[in-house]
């Protein structure tokens, strides 16, 4: 069937949309693939969904050939199930709940765990039914903070979720191994360039975990790369912490005065000028900076939290989003310091002089009660100038494990380009990426939760191990008009492309119209999928919206019709030819046929 854009449902616009902030959001609405329905919550228009069904052919077959199988689970879903895993609470305020008439609780799935795990202990009770591999295409709902850029973070979206099911952890090792080789083939059929890097696993729980990244300067993941090959997320970068180091030279922790020196900057230069070191001059790297954070749990409890870390670090939010996790991580406020009068804005230290004493003030032994934590590199034998938690003054030679002893350790400074590698091969260079897939070993978290057991060999009861693997079909989407759209429009790989070909009729004239029918006709015919511009506009406004569209190819049927040509356009690559009309379909039904 030809889709004519006469009567296609769509428009253009020439105008940005006010909400974009990323070239796929502005160019998926500009080119009238999808339309904002509510705050992160799209519609998809006939050729938004054509891509979007695109993805999920390319998803599905690659599923498929693991011999994983679909199944398909409702987004209304009830609460007993996500109450016995917690995550009714600990999914906190990303979760939409909501009521029946009866004053039933439900939910709107964010992922499902916890009905995959039920569906398979409802029907299968022995070792013989595994390995089993389900998954679903499904739409997924979650109230995000920070909805963003169109498609690339919905509050409603669409995602591939698949679980194993496994009896041991051999055999779910092999099936996160099927799955992750099943990934490279889908991200490299949707064309886009990434990375697989070490993961954090969030929510979820579980151990080993890698995400898919799209390489993209406007993707909200941080991650890093060494020499070597190490790739991680920068939320599971872990630093190798240096060798403990000998204090016995290192005189006993004092007091320095330090007037005005609530920043490090300002520490840095007063104990330069005040006490100076003999061997070179003090480096913010000296100092120890302690930092306070509030965290809110799931179920609304908050707590205070010190980290310390070197003085030219800051605290990564999003680290320490991972590391705290399920809780939310926020700087303190002014009131928070009000309240705890023991914490002394700009001079907080792990200990403190008390009637000439050294005592610990800081860690849930000290009299604050509040939990500290500190950096990989706040080695035992390692001294610090830090805070005193008095105004103007600071302590200097203050020697971790000596002086004070944190509550543990976190490992949430920013990391930076030049750092050395886990891996020890050499720096790390950091990069943007897109998440787009994430795949993970759960274990048996959910199955002994929900107690999904099978007999096993012996006729023994055994816990089923689980993996949960996700892929972002809607944002892939827009992860994809992101790395191919330019300054004039999308730009489809012939994959993903809603039509083949796009054919303008430009110009007027009998002929021309009956050319361009024709042509479409013919390769409509040959399985050829064409979009036909018959629309009474003028060649201008043609040739605009099929750059601002998108589809590969363009044949343009008008002006040198008369000398027996047409001008084939490629999008991608800005090349156009003269082809004679006679031998046009032939080259064009073996450029898309291959
Ligand atoms: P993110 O860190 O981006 O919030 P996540 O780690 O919470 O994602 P998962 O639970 O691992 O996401 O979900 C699997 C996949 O679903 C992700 O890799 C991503 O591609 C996609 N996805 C997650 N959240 C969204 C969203 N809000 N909008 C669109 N796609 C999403
Ligand atoms: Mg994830």
Redesign the pocket.
Known sequence: MITRLSQLFFRTLREDPADAEVPSHRWLVRAGYIRRAAPGIYTWLPLGLKVLGGVEQVVREEMDAIGAQEVRFPALLPREPYEATNRWTEYGANLFRLKDRKGTDYLLGP?HEEMFTLLVKDLYSSYKDLPLSLYQIQTKY?D?ARPRAG?????E?V?KDSYSFDVDDAGLAASYEAHRQAYVRIFDRLGFEYVIVKATS?A?GGSASE?FLAVSPTG??TFVRSPGGYAANVEAVTVPPPAEQDASGIGAAHTVDTPNTGTIVELVDVANAKFPRADRAWTAADTLKNVVFKLTYPDSRTELLVVGLPGDRDVDLKRLEAAVAPAEAAPVTDEDFQANPGLVKGYIGPIKVVDGVVEQHLGVEGPLKLRYLTDPRVVAGTAWITGSNLVDTHMTDVVAGRDFTADGVIDVAEVRAGDPAPDGSGPLSLARGI????IFQLGRKYAEALGLKVLDENGKLVTVTMGSY???V??AVAAVAEATCDDRGLCWPRELAPFDVQILAAGKGEEITATAERLAAELDVAGVRVLLDDRKASPGVKFTDAEVMGMPTSVVVGRSLADGLVEVRDRATGERAEVPVTEVVAQLIALVKG
């Open positions: 992922t979650r995000e498609l690339l973070r919905g509050r979206f995602m969030g979820m995400e909200e993941d998440e787009m897939g994430h996700g892929v972002g809607s944002r």
